[in-house]
Protein backbone atom coordinates (compact mmCIF):
# COMPACT_ATOMS: atom_id res chain seq x y z
CA UNK A 1 0.00 0.00 0.00
CA UNK A 2 1.41 3.35 -0.51
CA UNK A 3 1.91 4.62 2.77
CA UNK A 4 1.94 8.89 2.03
CA UNK A 5 -1.44 8.16 0.46
CA UNK A 6 -2.85 5.92 3.54
CA UNK A 7 -1.95 8.32 6.13
CA UNK A 8 -3.13 11.64 3.54
CA UNK A 9 -6.54 9.86 3.04
CA UNK A 10 -6.77 9.17 6.90
CA UNK A 11 -6.17 12.57 7.62
CA UNK A 12 -8.49 13.90 4.92
CA UNK A 13 -11.58 12.03 6.98
CA UNK A 14 -10.59 12.03 10.44
CA UNK A 15 -11.97 14.66 12.74
CA UNK A 16 -9.30 17.44 13.43
CA UNK A 17 -9.14 18.95 17.05
CA UNK A 18 -9.84 22.18 15.54
CA UNK A 19 -13.39 22.22 13.49
CA UNK A 20 -12.25 24.78 11.73
CA UNK A 21 -10.15 22.91 9.49
CA UNK A 22 -12.95 20.83 9.07
CA UNK A 23 -14.61 23.68 7.95
CA UNK A 24 -12.25 25.12 5.98
CA UNK A 25 -11.78 21.78 4.02
CA UNK A 26 -15.15 21.13 3.20
CA UNK A 27 -15.84 25.00 1.81
CA UNK A 28 -12.69 24.55 -0.58
CA UNK A 29 -14.09 20.92 -1.98
CA UNK A 30 -17.19 22.46 -2.46
CA UNK A 31 -15.45 25.68 -3.86
CA UNK A 32 -13.84 23.29 -6.62
CA UNK A 33 -16.90 21.67 -7.02
CA UNK A 34 -18.98 24.31 -7.70
CA UNK A 35 -15.92 26.41 -10.20
CA UNK A 36 -15.81 22.91 -12.36
CA UNK A 37 -19.34 22.09 -12.56
CA UNK A 38 -19.48 26.30 -13.72
CA UNK A 39 -16.79 25.67 -15.83
CA UNK A 40 -18.17 22.67 -17.65
CA UNK A 41 -21.47 23.98 -18.16
CA UNK A 42 -20.37 27.40 -19.30
CA UNK A 43 -18.29 26.26 -22.12
CA UNK A 44 -21.25 23.39 -22.98
CA UNK A 45 -23.49 26.32 -23.87
CA UNK A 46 -21.25 28.20 -25.35
CA UNK A 47 -20.55 24.81 -27.86
CA UNK A 48 -24.34 25.09 -28.22
CA UNK A 49 -24.44 28.47 -29.55
CA UNK A 50 -20.90 28.27 -31.49
CA UNK A 51 -22.68 24.96 -33.42
CA UNK A 52 -26.25 27.09 -34.06
CA UNK A 53 -24.01 30.11 -35.52
CA UNK A 54 -21.74 27.57 -37.60
CA UNK A 55 -25.32 25.56 -38.45
CA UNK A 56 -27.22 29.33 -39.85
CA UNK A 57 -23.72 30.37 -41.47
CA UNK A 58 -23.90 27.04 -43.12
CA UNK A 59 -27.55 27.55 -44.55
CA UNK A 60 -25.90 30.66 -46.67
CA UNK A 61 -22.09 29.52 -46.72
CA UNK A 62 -21.30 26.62 -49.08
CA UNK A 63 -18.72 23.96 -47.86
CA UNK A 64 -16.58 24.99 -50.32
CA UNK A 65 -16.72 27.90 -52.41
CA UNK A 66 -14.29 28.61 -55.97
CA UNK A 67 -13.87 32.07 -56.59
CA UNK A 68 -10.49 34.25 -58.91
CA UNK A 69 -7.74 35.07 -57.38
CA UNK A 70 -8.00 38.48 -59.47
CA UNK A 71 -10.94 39.88 -60.64
CA UNK A 72 -14.90 39.99 -60.30
CA UNK A 73 -16.10 36.99 -62.39
CA UNK A 74 -14.66 33.82 -64.33
CA UNK A 75 -16.51 30.56 -66.54
CA UNK A 76 -16.25 27.84 -64.68
CA UNK A 77 -15.14 24.86 -67.00
CA UNK A 78 -12.48 22.64 -68.00
CA UNK A 79 -10.79 19.49 -66.33
CA UNK A 80 -10.93 20.70 -62.60
CA UNK A 81 -14.79 20.78 -62.62
CA UNK A 82 -15.13 17.62 -64.41
CA UNK A 83 -13.29 15.81 -62.17
CA UNK A 84 -15.36 18.14 -58.91
CA UNK A 85 -18.84 16.42 -60.62
CA UNK A 86 -16.81 12.83 -60.67
CA UNK A 87 -16.68 12.81 -56.63
CA UNK A 88 -19.18 11.10 -54.98
CA UNK A 89 -18.91 13.08 -51.75
CA UNK A 90 -19.77 16.18 -53.49
CA UNK A 91 -23.67 16.59 -53.25
CA UNK A 92 -24.12 19.38 -55.71
CA UNK A 93 -22.12 22.82 -57.50
CA UNK A 94 -23.94 25.68 -57.90
CA UNK A 95 -23.01 28.92 -60.06
CA UNK A 96 -23.49 32.04 -58.45
CA UNK A 97 -23.29 35.75 -59.61
CA UNK A 98 -23.61 38.19 -56.86
CA UNK A 99 -23.08 42.24 -57.08
CA UNK A 100 -24.35 45.37 -54.49
CA UNK A 101 -27.06 47.03 -56.63
CA UNK A 102 -29.83 49.76 -55.96
CA UNK A 103 -33.10 48.38 -55.96
CA UNK A 104 -36.54 50.59 -55.56
CA UNK A 105 -39.30 49.24 -54.04
CA UNK A 106 -43.37 50.97 -54.25
CA UNK A 107 -41.25 54.08 -53.18
CA UNK A 108 -38.46 52.79 -50.85
CA UNK A 109 -35.13 52.84 -51.68
CA UNK A 110 -31.61 51.46 -50.90
CA UNK A 111 -28.42 49.21 -51.69
CA UNK A 112 -28.31 45.84 -51.15
CA UNK A 113 -26.55 42.59 -51.61
CA UNK A 114 -28.50 41.10 -55.00
CA UNK A 115 -27.14 36.96 -55.15
CA UNK A 116 -27.73 35.66 -58.26
CA UNK A 117 -28.49 31.81 -58.36
CA UNK A 118 -28.53 28.63 -60.60
CA UNK A 119 -31.59 26.26 -60.56
CA UNK A 120 -29.58 23.21 -58.75
CA UNK A 121 -29.32 26.26 -55.68
CA UNK A 122 -32.93 26.97 -56.01
CA UNK A 123 -33.78 23.29 -55.83
CA UNK A 124 -31.95 22.02 -52.80
CA UNK A 125 -30.77 25.50 -51.12
CA UNK A 126 -30.86 25.07 -47.03
CA UNK A 127 -32.77 28.63 -46.99
CA UNK A 128 -36.38 27.07 -47.89
CA UNK A 129 -36.15 25.79 -44.45
CA UNK A 130 -35.84 29.35 -42.74
CA UNK A 131 -38.46 31.16 -44.85
CA UNK A 132 -40.85 33.18 -42.36
CA UNK A 133 -43.16 34.41 -45.64
CA UNK A 134 -44.25 33.26 -48.95
CA UNK A 135 -42.01 30.17 -50.69
CA UNK A 136 -38.87 29.72 -52.26
CA UNK A 137 -39.23 29.60 -55.29
CA UNK A 138 -36.76 32.21 -58.20
CA UNK A 139 -39.69 31.02 -61.08
CA UNK A 140 -43.30 31.76 -61.84
CA UNK A 141 -43.75 30.44 -65.54
CA UNK A 142 -41.41 33.21 -67.19
CA UNK A 143 -41.80 35.22 -64.40
CA UNK A 144 -38.21 36.27 -62.54
CA UNK A 145 -39.19 35.79 -58.34
CA UNK A 146 -36.92 36.73 -55.83
CA UNK A 147 -36.54 36.21 -51.79
CA UNK A 148 -35.50 38.57 -49.54
CA UNK A 149 -33.69 38.65 -46.48
CA UNK A 150 -36.72 39.79 -43.29
CA UNK A 151 -34.47 42.78 -42.35
CA UNK A 152 -34.17 43.90 -46.16
CA UNK A 153 -37.86 43.08 -46.28
CA UNK A 154 -39.05 45.19 -43.15
CA UNK A 155 -37.14 48.23 -44.17
CA UNK A 156 -38.52 48.38 -47.05
CA UNK A 157 -42.11 47.15 -46.99
CA UNK A 158 -41.67 44.39 -49.36
CA UNK A 159 -43.95 41.82 -49.03
CA UNK A 160 -45.06 38.51 -51.29
CA UNK A 161 -48.00 39.44 -51.53
CA UNK A 162 -48.19 42.70 -52.65
CA UNK A 163 -48.15 43.03 -56.72
CA UNK A 164 -45.29 45.44 -56.81
CA UNK A 165 -42.33 44.17 -58.35
CA UNK A 166 -38.46 44.81 -57.07
CA UNK A 167 -36.28 47.59 -59.30
CA UNK A 168 -33.10 46.40 -59.51
CA UNK A 169 -30.42 49.36 -60.87
CA UNK A 170 -26.14 48.90 -61.85
CA UNK A 171 -24.51 51.03 -63.87
CA UNK A 172 -23.73 50.39 -67.31
CA UNK A 173 -20.18 47.98 -67.47
CA UNK A 174 -20.04 49.03 -71.37
CA UNK A 175 -21.55 52.19 -72.06
CA UNK A 176 -19.91 55.65 -70.77
CA UNK A 177 -21.98 57.66 -68.50
CA UNK A 178 -23.86 60.44 -69.31
CA UNK A 179 -23.47 63.60 -67.62
CA UNK A 180 -26.63 65.08 -69.05
CA UNK A 181 -28.59 61.88 -68.35
CA UNK A 182 -26.95 59.73 -65.97
CA UNK A 183 -30.07 57.58 -65.35
CA UNK A 184 -29.79 56.55 -69.17
CA UNK A 185 -26.57 55.13 -68.07
CA UNK A 186 -28.41 52.60 -65.78
CA UNK A 187 -29.60 48.72 -66.15
CA UNK A 188 -32.49 47.88 -64.71
CA UNK A 189 -34.09 44.34 -64.12
CA UNK A 190 -37.33 44.11 -62.42
CA UNK A 191 -38.39 40.72 -60.20
CA UNK A 192 -41.71 39.95 -57.62
CA UNK A 193 -40.78 38.85 -54.29
CA UNK A 194 -42.22 35.20 -53.44
CA UNK A 195 -40.81 34.88 -49.85
CA UNK A 196 -38.88 36.25 -47.34
CA UNK A 197 -36.25 34.35 -45.15
CA UNK A 198 -34.18 34.51 -42.15
CA UNK A 199 -31.10 33.78 -41.14
CA UNK A 200 -28.94 36.67 -39.08
CA UNK A 201 -28.91 40.07 -39.18
CA UNK A 202 -26.19 40.43 -41.22
CA UNK A 203 -27.85 38.25 -44.10
CA UNK A 204 -31.10 39.67 -43.51
CA UNK A 205 -30.47 43.32 -43.69
CA UNK A 206 -28.35 43.13 -47.16
CA UNK A 207 -29.60 39.62 -49.09
CA UNK A 208 -31.72 38.55 -51.40
CA UNK A 209 -31.86 36.05 -54.09
CA UNK A 210 -33.08 36.26 -57.38
CA UNK A 211 -32.43 33.79 -60.79
CA UNK A 212 -28.96 33.95 -61.94
CA UNK A 213 -30.17 35.25 -65.65
CA UNK A 214 -31.73 38.19 -64.14
CA UNK A 215 -28.16 39.32 -62.40
CA UNK A 216 -26.23 38.28 -66.11
CA UNK A 217 -28.84 40.34 -67.61
CA UNK A 218 -28.23 43.21 -65.37
CA UNK A 219 -24.15 43.04 -65.36
CA UNK A 220 -24.05 42.26 -68.92
CA UNK A 221 -22.38 38.77 -68.74
CA UNK A 222 -23.26 35.54 -70.79
CA UNK A 223 -21.71 32.35 -69.08
CA UNK A 224 -19.43 34.45 -66.38
CA UNK A 225 -20.36 33.76 -62.37
CA UNK A 226 -18.54 35.14 -59.07
CA UNK A 227 -18.11 31.87 -57.51
CA UNK A 228 -18.83 28.50 -57.51
CA UNK A 229 -20.77 27.11 -54.40
CA UNK A 230 -20.08 23.12 -53.40
CA UNK A 231 -22.09 21.29 -50.64
CA UNK A 232 -20.71 17.55 -49.95
CA UNK A 233 -23.11 14.99 -48.68
CA UNK A 234 -24.38 14.69 -45.53
CA UNK A 235 -21.85 13.31 -43.37
CA UNK A 236 -18.87 13.74 -45.06
CA UNK A 237 -16.09 13.98 -42.38
CA UNK A 238 -14.05 17.17 -41.98
CA UNK A 239 -10.99 14.90 -43.70
CA UNK A 240 -13.12 14.56 -46.70
CA UNK A 241 -14.33 18.17 -47.25
CA UNK A 242 -10.42 19.15 -47.04
CA UNK A 243 -9.25 16.42 -49.77
CA UNK A 244 -11.85 17.80 -51.96
CA UNK A 245 -10.18 21.20 -51.27
CA UNK A 246 -7.15 20.23 -51.89
CA UNK A 247 -7.67 18.43 -55.25
CA UNK A 248 -9.69 21.30 -56.78
CA UNK A 249 -7.55 23.77 -55.54
CA UNK A 250 -4.27 21.61 -57.20
CA UNK A 251 -6.25 21.16 -60.82
CA UNK A 252 -7.77 24.71 -60.43
CA UNK A 253 -4.15 26.36 -60.32
CA UNK A 254 -3.49 29.89 -58.61
CA UNK A 255 -5.75 31.82 -59.93
CA UNK A 256 -8.41 30.57 -57.67
CA UNK A 257 -9.05 30.11 -54.32
CA UNK A 258 -10.89 27.00 -52.39
CA UNK A 259 -11.90 28.28 -49.47
CA UNK A 260 -13.63 26.11 -46.71
CA UNK A 261 -15.94 27.39 -44.54
CA UNK A 262 -13.65 28.85 -42.26
CA UNK A 263 -11.32 30.53 -44.77
CA UNK A 264 -14.64 32.05 -45.72
CA UNK A 265 -14.91 33.73 -42.47
CA UNK A 266 -11.47 33.15 -41.29
CA UNK A 267 -12.21 36.22 -38.77
CA UNK A 268 -15.56 34.74 -37.06
CA UNK A 269 -14.16 32.00 -36.70
CA UNK A 270 -10.61 32.65 -35.24
CA UNK A 271 -12.64 35.18 -33.37
CA UNK A 272 -14.88 32.21 -31.80
CA UNK A 273 -11.96 30.38 -30.73
CA UNK A 274 -10.76 33.16 -28.89
CA UNK A 275 -13.31 33.90 -27.04
CA UNK A 276 -13.83 30.30 -25.59
CA UNK A 277 -10.29 30.25 -24.73
CA UNK A 278 -10.94 33.57 -23.14
CA UNK A 279 -14.20 32.02 -21.21
CA UNK A 280 -12.24 28.81 -20.02
CA UNK A 281 -8.97 31.47 -18.94
CA UNK A 282 -11.47 33.67 -17.23
CA UNK A 283 -13.21 30.96 -14.98
CA UNK A 284 -9.79 29.08 -14.20
CA UNK A 285 -9.00 32.36 -12.36
CA UNK A 286 -11.66 32.15 -10.55
CA UNK A 287 -10.51 29.07 -9.69
CA UNK A 288 -7.27 29.72 -8.64
CA UNK A 289 -8.88 32.11 -5.87
CA UNK A 290 -11.41 29.32 -4.76
CA UNK A 291 -8.48 27.40 -4.58
CA UNK A 292 -6.20 29.36 -1.90
CA UNK A 293 -9.08 27.91 0.91
CA UNK A 294 -7.23 25.20 0.39
CA UNK A 295 -3.24 26.39 0.69
CA UNK A 296 -5.66 28.02 4.15
CA UNK A 297 -6.71 24.70 5.58
CA UNK A 298 -3.91 22.91 4.78
CA UNK A 299 -1.21 25.48 6.73
CA UNK A 300 -3.48 24.70 9.36
CA UNK A 301 -3.48 21.28 9.62
CA UNK A 302 0.09 21.11 8.86
CA UNK A 303 0.94 23.30 12.40
CA UNK A 304 -2.07 20.89 14.04
CA UNK A 305 0.26 17.25 13.00
CA UNK A 306 3.60 18.53 14.09
CA UNK A 307 3.61 16.67 16.59
CA UNK A 308 2.58 13.76 14.05
CA UNK A 309 5.58 15.00 12.43
CA UNK A 310 8.25 14.91 14.93
CA UNK A 311 6.77 10.85 15.19
CA UNK A 312 7.31 10.11 11.87
CA UNK A 313 10.81 11.71 11.89
CA UNK A 314 11.74 9.37 15.23
CA UNK A 315 10.32 6.18 13.37
CA UNK A 316 12.49 7.25 10.45
CA UNK A 317 10.49 9.00 7.70
CA UNK A 318 12.86 11.75 6.15
CA UNK A 319 11.25 15.26 4.70
CA UNK A 320 10.27 14.17 1.54
CA UNK A 321 7.65 11.26 3.02
CA UNK A 322 6.65 14.15 5.14
CA UNK A 323 5.86 16.37 2.24
CA UNK A 324 4.61 14.11 0.30
CA UNK A 325 1.62 13.11 2.69
CA UNK A 326 0.21 16.78 3.32
CA UNK A 327 0.70 17.58 -0.54
CA UNK A 328 -1.48 14.68 -1.57
CA UNK A 329 -3.59 15.76 1.90
CA UNK A 330 -4.03 19.03 -0.10
CA UNK A 331 -4.53 17.79 -3.54
CA UNK A 332 -7.16 15.06 -2.60
CA UNK A 333 -9.31 18.06 -1.22
CA UNK A 334 -9.36 19.75 -4.45
CA UNK A 335 -9.63 16.20 -6.35
CA UNK A 336 -13.22 15.41 -4.53
CA UNK A 337 -14.28 19.18 -5.59
CA UNK A 338 -13.30 18.19 -8.87
CA UNK A 339 -14.77 14.76 -9.29
CA UNK A 340 -17.97 16.72 -7.58
CA UNK A 341 -18.01 19.09 -9.91
CA UNK A 342 -17.50 16.97 -13.02
CA UNK A 343 -20.70 14.72 -12.04
CA UNK A 344 -22.49 17.70 -11.43
CA UNK A 345 -21.14 19.77 -14.81
CA UNK A 346 -21.96 17.11 -16.66
CA UNK A 347 -25.28 15.93 -15.35
CA UNK A 348 -26.84 19.26 -16.10
CA UNK A 349 -25.37 19.63 -18.75
CA UNK A 350 -26.81 16.00 -20.24
CA UNK A 351 -30.52 16.95 -18.60
CA UNK A 352 -30.06 20.27 -20.56
CA UNK A 353 -29.46 18.66 -23.83
CA UNK A 354 -31.98 16.14 -23.79
CA UNK A 355 -35.22 18.08 -21.85
CA UNK A 356 -34.33 21.28 -22.40
CA UNK A 357 -35.11 22.07 -18.85
CA UNK A 358 -33.99 25.78 -18.74
CA UNK A 359 -35.67 27.75 -22.23
CA UNK A 360 -34.81 31.07 -23.74
CA UNK A 361 -36.65 33.78 -23.21
CA UNK A 362 -38.10 35.93 -25.86
CA UNK A 363 -38.81 35.09 -29.21
CA UNK A 364 -35.28 33.43 -30.06
CA UNK A 365 -34.51 30.76 -32.97
CA UNK A 366 -34.33 27.78 -30.40
CA UNK A 367 -36.49 27.31 -27.31
CA UNK A 368 -33.99 26.20 -24.88
CA UNK A 369 -30.87 27.16 -24.05
CA UNK A 370 -28.53 24.87 -26.40
CA UNK A 371 -25.72 23.07 -24.93
CA UNK A 372 -23.53 20.28 -26.36
CA UNK A 373 -20.92 18.61 -23.91
CA UNK A 374 -17.46 18.25 -25.55
CA UNK A 375 -15.04 15.46 -23.78
CA UNK A 376 -12.14 17.37 -25.01
CA UNK A 377 -13.82 20.39 -22.70
CA UNK A 378 -14.18 17.92 -19.72
CA UNK A 379 -11.02 16.80 -20.33
CA UNK A 380 -9.13 20.19 -20.29
CA UNK A 381 -11.12 21.65 -17.27
CA UNK A 382 -10.51 17.81 -15.60
CA UNK A 383 -6.84 18.96 -15.84
CA UNK A 384 -7.14 22.21 -15.27
CA UNK A 385 -8.88 22.11 -11.99
CA UNK A 386 -6.23 18.87 -10.87
CA UNK A 387 -2.74 21.02 -11.36
CA UNK A 388 -4.25 23.70 -9.65
CA UNK A 389 -5.14 22.31 -7.20
CA UNK A 390 -1.44 19.64 -7.09
CA UNK A 391 -0.18 23.54 -7.06
CA UNK A 392 -1.82 25.09 -4.12
CA UNK A 393 -1.04 21.70 -1.91
CA UNK A 394 2.55 22.19 -2.85
CA UNK A 395 2.91 25.51 -2.00
CA UNK A 396 2.19 25.74 2.12
CA UNK A 397 4.24 22.17 2.54
CA UNK A 398 7.21 23.78 0.45
CA UNK A 399 6.36 27.15 2.81
CA UNK A 400 6.91 25.20 6.17
CA UNK A 401 9.96 22.90 4.64
CA UNK A 402 11.68 26.67 4.77
CA UNK A 403 10.70 27.24 8.32
CA UNK A 404 11.75 23.97 9.71
CA UNK A 405 14.77 24.52 7.75
CA UNK A 406 15.91 27.59 9.74
Known amino acids: MNLPFFIAGRYLFAKKSHNVINIVSAISAAGMAIGTAALIIILSVYNGFDSLVRSMLGNVEPDLLVTPAE ?5 PEGPAYDWLYDQESVSSVCTVLQENVFISYDGQQGVAMAKGVDSIYEEESPLRNHLRDGDFILHRGDVPLACVGAGLAYRMGINPRFVSSIDIYFPSRTDNISMSNPAASLMMENVYPSGIFSINNDVDNSLFIVPIEVMRDL ?8 AVEIRMAEGTS ?8 EGLSERLGPGFRVSDRFRQNESLYKMMRYEKVSIYLILIFVIIIIAFNIFGSLSMLIIEKRGDIRTFYAMGADRTLVRRIFILEGWMISLL ?7 AGIGFVL ?4 TGLIRMPG ?7 PVILSWSDVLITAAGVALIGYVIAVLPVLAFGRKSAR
Open 71 to 75: GKVFV
Open 219 to 226: LEYTDEVS
Open 238 to 245: PAGISEIR
Open 337 to 343: GLAAGLA
Open 351 to 354: LQQW
Open 363 to 369: NFVVQAY
